[in-house]
């Protein structure tokens, strides 16, 4: 009989045949059936866009789930079904959904829809058959991806005419595929924290993660499984209350989405800016500027509006707020507890206290634009406004041996009592030297120094030598220095100097006086 109905073995041998190859004859008198029922379930295979090698994987309930009911009405199952495609997939997006939730939606509103195996399956088969694969998989406000591009801007240097090369970072929210980009001077670790904070303002939120392509300068140790995170990128991450999560290496579906992006990006921003000539960094991020707005726009291939619109329409909602104030980025160095209970910082050349109590221990000295942190053993033992003065000491009260019972070696009497043993000038320096300051531990490294100049010239030249910058109206180190070197020391009193003796207390690093 034509069009007859056939059990499900019947269906799962037809399907076999038909993987060989077999015409629908051929399958018909194979299986002792009407060449019209091969014809109508070959047509039903192909109305569900299934083919015989994903057929013949089906499990029989499911096979039994497909074609129980009569063409027609599994036709406008289907139908109906696949309408909602398109919403399944923006829903999906969301954080919390999952496929068994719009199952059980689509479920209430059709009693006689699909059961969830074969709900899946058809939505699956959709995304394959539509290249949406790579979106699914990335919730909305959940990842922003990272790279710079392997290819270069630049611009034209106006005082020299030199042509400087510059790097590009692309940032794409994988979800909405929202696309920034930016130009700087390098891949360094400032440059990528300018690019980052830039990208993050331009999106107006931030991630659940930052995932990069085991970028150099967010990388300290690469790793399959536990790549090593550098500090200051981690750093920034908890300040923007998110996580950084570098792709593994060799795994290349891992960043799949960003190189995408970087193709296009040179398809859309390279291009057009290679016709033209640009005068500086800013200049040329201008441009990019308007062209990226434009690409941002630009209408997806497979309809469905921009990359634009899905960030507004599906994401943007879900970033975190960004806090109020923007990073500033943190340096890390180790540092020795001095004798006067302070840590030096040689790159301001400056001096910040730390509790008496860890003098000669070695601790971790963390810094910003703003603020100077010192730790012990991870715990925050001294916090100071940075200061950017040379040779500044910056000092709190209770940090200090001397407004507490106990004395380190070092102390007033100490040095004025080597200062008594050369003469009475030096210890009326010495004295002067010490008294300049509120906490006299600020003066004993110039103390020191002072003193330790007997190891070059004998007693009778550094009395003079104090003798003469007693007539000053600051004490330093340096103005004994200079007395010394230039032999002023040597010099009438009467007679005036040659050399004009500079009035300030700019201090040399500990390794000098030692």
């Not at 030249?461 to 003469?468: D, F, G, S, Y």
Request: net charge positive; glycine share 4%; with cysteine.
């Amino acid at each position: 009989m034509a069009g007859q109905r056939i059990n499900i073995m019947e269906i799962r041998s037809l399907i076999a045949l038909k993987l060989k190859g077999l015409s629908n004859r051929k399958v018909a008198d194979l299986l002792k059936i009407n060449r019209k029922t091969v014809d109508n379930y070959t047509s039903r295979f192909s109305a569900l866009h299934l083919g015989f090698d994903e057929l013949i994987n089906l499990t029989e309930p499911d096979l039994r789930d497909l074609f129980t009911e009569e063409p027609q009405t599994e036709k406008q199952r289907y139908e109906l079904l696949a309408a909602r495609f398109s919403y399944f997939e923006k829903q999906l997006r969301k954080p919390g959904c999952t496929l068994q939730a719009l199952w059980k939606e689509y479920l209430q509103q059709n009693p006689q829809g699909y059961k969830y195996t074969q709900f899946t399956f058809h939505y699956r088969r959709w995304r394959s058959l539509n290249n949406h694969s790579g979106k699914l998989d990335h919730k909305a406000g959940e990842k922003l991806f990272i790279d710079f591009c392997g290819k270069h801007l630049s611009y034209i240097n106006k005082s020299t005419g030199e042509q400087v090369e510059v790097e590009v970072f692309v940032g794409v929210l994988p979800c909405s595929q929202y696309t920034f980009v930016k130009a700087v001077a390098s891949q360094k670790r400032e440059d990528l924290i300018l690019c980052l904070e830039s990208c993050l303002q331009w999106i107006g939120g931030a991630p659940q993660a930052i995932v990069s392509d085991n970028l150099k300068a967010a990388v300290s140790r690469g790793s399959k499984y536990a790549p090593v995170i550098n500090r200051t990128l981690t750093d920034f991450a908890l300040h923007y209350g998110c996580v950084v999560d570098p792709t593994r290496p060799h795994h290349p579906k891992d960043k799949a989405l960003v190189e995408r992006s970087v193709e296009l990006v040179y398809q859309r921003i390279f291009y057009p800016l290679s016709k033209l000539t640009f005068f500086s960094l800013d200049e040329l991020n201008k441009a990019i500027k308007v062209l990226l707005d434009e690409y941002n726009d630009y209408l997806f291939s497979h309809g469905g509006g921009t990359r634009r619109s899905h960030f507004v329409d599906l994401e943007k909602e879900y970033l975190q707020v960004l806090p109020a104030g923007s990073y500033s980025i943190r340096h890390y160095r180790r540092a020795k507890v001095q004798r006067t209970a302070h840590i030096f910082l040689s790159e301001d050349h400056n001096y910040y206290s730390v509790p008496y109590r860890f003098t000669g221990l070695s601790v971790e000295v963390q810094y910003n634009h703003t603020h100077v942190e010192i730790f012990y053993n991870h715990d925050r033992i001294a916090l100071h406004k940075r200061s950017y003065r040379p040779g500044h000491y910056t000092t709190v009260a209770d940090h200090m041996p001397s407004t507490h019972r106990a004395y380190q070696q070092w102390s007033p009497q100490h040095f004025e009592d080597r200062a008594r043993q050369v003469g009475s000038c030096t210890l009326e320096y010495i004295r002067k030297l010490l008294g300049q300051y509120s906490y006299p531990e600020v003066g004993y490294k110039q103390a020191q120094g002072i003193l330790a100049f007997l190891k070059q010239y004998d007693q009778s030249r550094l009395e003079n030598a104090c003798k003469r910058a007693l007539l000053y109206h600051k004490a330093s180190y340096h103005t004994i220095e200079n007395i010394l070197k230039n032999n002023l020391d040597m010099e009438d009193l009467n007679q005036q100097p040659e050399l004009t003796i500079p009035q300030h207390d700019n201090i040399r690093g500990a390794s000098h006086y030692k």
